[in-house]
């Protein structure tokens, strides 16, 4: 069973743009926050940035100004509006649902995770 299920993902060059789609399953979407973490290659997991169901967001500060998260609860989808893109923003980007998306990572309860997707910026 499929909970989280992330698209948008791709090859971009610096200074472009790319949003990422993030469908959840109703009751996982309305219960929990939700946010993107993201992992480059030989790097530590990070967080990207959260929306909680209220409606309140945070981002790392290495993304803020250039990316935008925002959650449409009548397609129980987030988005990651990624503008500016970097290098250093080439990562694999994780969808999470959790009660709490925090820089420590999702915690508070159950976390669900999508699979992942590859976003590259070439310089």
């Known amino acids: 069973q499929v909970e989280l299920v992330e698209s948008g993902g791709g090859l971009v060059q610096a200074g472009g743009s790319l949003t990422l789609s993030c469908a959840a399953s109703g009751s996982i979407f309305s219960a929990n926050a939700m946010g993107w973490y993201r992992q480059a290659p030989g790097k530590q997991r990070e967080l990207v940035a959260g929306?909680?169901?209220?409606?309140?967001?945070n981002y790392a500060d290495s993304v803020k100004g250039r990316f935008t998260i925002s959650r449409d609860n009548a397609k129980n989808t987030v988005y990651l509006q990624m503008n500016s893109l970097k290098p250093e923003d080439t990562a694999v980007y994780y969808c999470?649902?959790?009660?709490?998306?925090?820089?420590?990572?999702?915690?508070?309860?159950?976390?669900?995770w999508g699979k992942g997707t590859l976003v590259t910026v070439s310089s």
């Open positions: 999470v649902a959790a009660p709490k998306i925090t820089t420590r990572g999702p915690s508070g309860g159950i976390h669900y």
């Open positions: 929306s909680r169901s209220g409606g309140s967001t």
